[in-house]
């Protein structure tokens, strides 16, 4: 069964820093979809990136990038010039299949200090 | 841009009583997914379809949760016989299902008390 890992309950971050999230998975699939979605206090789940398992490039949206590493099934999540905006729970997902369901892992709550 | 809603936002209940959520999605997207959330936790895959089809059910989905999606628009879930176990917030999610990078879209969420 595939299971997602997020071994960081809690993490803080001065504002304008850079802090990285970790995420380990496991899977005996080859094909993958990788993603991370932030939950602000008491709002909607929004999703922030996705990785294509395929690829061998990180992706990368404006402030926030991951590092995918295949062999060691992990999947990073590094914000830059952190916001106070960013403070909240963020999710690593996994999906191994097109539109199937999504695993996640327990979560990792940042807090942002200014 | 109507994003994924869902009704009601909060549902107090007292336990051995029936309750239904509801979730529209986004339109045009034909898949829908159901989560359940406790606190603390990452959401819990309950179950998903495609149009009107329900493909995946999770073993968390006892014979108390029937989800329903008639005509492919609306679903909704409900759970016969409440216990103080299903407290939770259950969340709703749609996609277009046809890329392969599939983005889920989640609704707001139905937080329920079960007394």
């Known amino acids: 069964a595939q299971t997602v890992t997020q071994s960081q309950p809690e993490m803080s971050v001065q504002e304008a820093e850079t802090v990285t999230l970790s995420c380990t998975y496991d899977t005996s699939e080859s094909d993958y979809y990788l993603f991370w979605y932030k939950q602000p206090p008491s709002r909607q789940m929004i999703l922030v990136i996705r990785?294509?398992?395929?690829?061998?490039q990180n992706a990368t949206e404006n402030r926030f990038s991951v590092n995918f590493q295949k062999a060691a099934k992990s999947f990073s999540l590094k914000i830059s010039d952190s916001q106070l905006g960013d403070a909240a729970m963020y999710f690593c997902a996994y999906r191994y299949n097109q539109g199937g369901k999504l695993i996640f892992g327990q979560g990792t709550e940042l807090s942002v200090k200014p | 841009d109507t994003g994924v809603s869902q009704d009601p936002r909060h549902k107090i209940t007292k336990r051995g009583q029936n309750v239904t959520f509801r979730c529209d999605p986004i339109?045009?997207?034909?898949?829908l997914y159901w989560y359940r959330q406790t606190l603390g936790q990452g959401p819990e895959f309950l179950t998903y379809?495609?149009?009107?089809?329900?493909?995946?059910k999770s073993r968390l989905l006892s014979d108390r949760f029937s989800a329903e999606r008639p005509k492919g628009s609306f679903s909704t879930l409900e759970i016969q016989r409440t216990e103080q176990g299903d407290s939770a917030m259950y969340l709703c999610?749609?996609?277009?299902?046809?890329?392969?990078?599939?983005?889920?879209?989640f609704g707001p969420g139905t937080r329920l008390t079960v007394l």
């Open positions: 379809f495609q149009n009107e089809a329900q493909l995946e």
């Open positions: 339109s045009e997207h034909n898949r």
């Open positions: 999610a749609s996609s277009l299902g046809q890329a392969l990078t599939d983005t889920q879209y």
């Open positions: 990785q294509e398992a395929y690829k061998q």
